[in-house]
């Protein structure tokens, strides 16, 4: 170890003070090492208490056991070196604010960015999230569905009104689009959207056939009594394979829709009278051919014919019987 600051090498050249300086030096030292070696040295330590506290007792006569002062001396140690809490105070928060302020400061600085970006985002006017840029891509949304909507109607379309319908729809779009008004984009967009899935559907109709009822007479109960009001076919729409689809059929005698499998056509007197002769013959209907929805057009092309070989008109439908 060197010697301490500002004091001889040599011992003969020591001065007084440089003596005392050394010998306080030294009495340290010593202190030190002896309470190093006390502390470490447990059991020693708690033998040297057990015997100062037992004589203490013996000299004071208090009436203590052994046992009681082994129990004392381990609870002792046992607290020595636990840490307790300091309890709430304005000083202790003060203490902890100012320990932790790089921290605080940190995430100070970084709320203030995270709410600088939200308000550029939400509350700005080009912001990411700002409700102008949402409706400028809600319209570029809709523009693009109406754009391919009327896009696929011109390349299966075989009717030129409905063709010159769709580029109406189509202008309509667009103007609103100028505007910037989404809500006025909707309609023309909706209807676009409905006459393509119409104009891209094919299939037939067909009137129920087999053992099963291909026709139903509708009475009605008034004040002249009753009587017939309808003749009607059961029919069904098949597509190319086969398959029998549903479609929602407008009840002619309730007014409101119902997607069903089979509905009612109305049809003249003569045309029910000719088809229920063609089924008692032999229990089968021959004649079943309704209509047929061909691809590229909106309208079912009507089949089946009156007595005098022309198409009959659509009368209206019925959904139940």
Known sequence: MAPPANISSNPADLSLAEMMRVMDVATTLRRERTTAFRELDRDQTKAQLRQRLLAAAEVTGEAVTE???????????????TYRPPGRSVSVVLAHLYVMRRRIVGYG??????????????VSARGCFSSEIRNE??????????????????????EPETSAEADQWKQEAQAAQARGDTDA???????????RSRLEQAYRVQVVGGPGRSGTERLITDE???????YYLIVEARQADGTVFKRRIRNAETGREQLVASWGERVPKDVFERLLRDKQEDGLLDERAFSVKRRGYREETIQIKDDDGQPIERRGQITQW
């Not at 600085?109 to 939400?122: C, E, H, I, Q, S």
């Not at 949304?141 to 299966?156: K, L, P, Q």
């Open 137 to 158: 891509r809600r319209v570029e949304r809709i523009s693009a569905e109406v754009i391919a909507h009327h896009g696929a109607i011109r390349a299966i379309v075989r």
């Open 224 to 230: 002249a009594g009753e009587r017939i009001s309808g």
């Open 67 to 81: 046992r009681e002062v082994d129990a004392a001396i381990d609870l002792y140690f046992q607290n020595l070196h």
């Open 109 to 122: 600085l970084l709320a203030v960015v995270l709410a600088a970006l939200l308000l550029w985002f939400v």
């Open 185 to 195: 984009m909707a309609t023309p967009l909706k209807r676009l959207g409905d006459l």
